[in-house]
């Protein structure tokens, strides 16, 4: 079955250091990769997203993230946490459906909590 | 946020009653899709649409229908509400496969 794993619920971080959130899948074909932030009460506003090319793809508020085809992972990071980093934090993955459409497959979401 | 509205934005209705949901886009997207948020669950998609007329089940597709008669508007329908169903809804459209899903605000539904 296609899916994609957030192998940790939470993620604590002192402000000023780096952060990574994981994230793993398993789909077949070339993977199509998304990373999304919510915060409270608010829908999932995009991050980024791998399609092809460079592993490592930059997106919004100086976030990043690195494609490992072989460890079929794509974590997030990003270099210095802020406490407006605060939030969670889903990880999705675009599959072919049977009838030849696309679907987007959520994993379970991480909660970043950045500490003063 | 995308042109993308939802309403009711909350509503509270009993158990066995008829509940529809309205998605609404300005963008002219092709996908149109319905995600419900449950804690430890994350999103867990329940039908989508790739067409006016054109829909499909998603994961947990089991007591909810959807339409869309209008590229611009899809509907869910609770066709009988149960507790189970208590949930935050969201919508997401997306031009194609090609491009990220822009999402609604969500629609906090509470079933008594």
């Known amino acids: 079955a296609q899916s994609v794993a957030q192998p940790e619920d939470q993620v604590n971080v002192a402000e000023g250091n780096p952060l990574t959130v994981k994230c793993t899948y398993s789909v077949s074909g070339n993977p199509y990769l998304f990373w999304y932030v919510q915060y409270p009460n608010r829908g999932l506003q995009f991050l980024l997203k791998y399609i092809t090319g460079d592993n490592l793809v930059k997106g919004s508020y100086g976030f990043e993230a690195e494609f490992n085809k072989s460890q079929t992972s794509f974590h997030l990071k990003k270099p210095s946490a802020l406490v407006s980093d605060s939030a969670l934090y889903f990880c999705a993955v675009r599959v072919l459906s049977t009838s030849g459409t696309y679907k987007y497959i959520f994993g379970t979401g991480t909660r970043l909590k950045v500490l003063a | 946020d995308a042109g993308i509205t939802q309403s009711p934005r909350h509503k509270v209705t009993e158990t066995g009653t008829p509940v529809t949901l309205r998605c609404h886009q300005t963008e002219n997207h092709r996908y149109m899709y319905w995600y419900r948020q449950d804690p430890g669950h994350g999103l867990r998609l329940i039908h989508y649409s790739y067409g006016v007329k054109d829909t499909d089940k998603g994961e947990v597709s089991d007591g909810y229908s959807v339409s869309r008669s209008k590229t611009e508007d899809f509907l869910l329908t609770l066709e009988s509400a149960t507790s189970s169903q208590t949930s935050v809804y969201f919508c997401?459209?997306?031009?194609?496969?090609?491009?990220?899903?822009?999402f609604g605000q969500g629609t906090r539904l509470t079933v008594v």
């Open positions: 997401a459209i997306s031009e194609s496969g090609e491009f990220e899903a822009f």
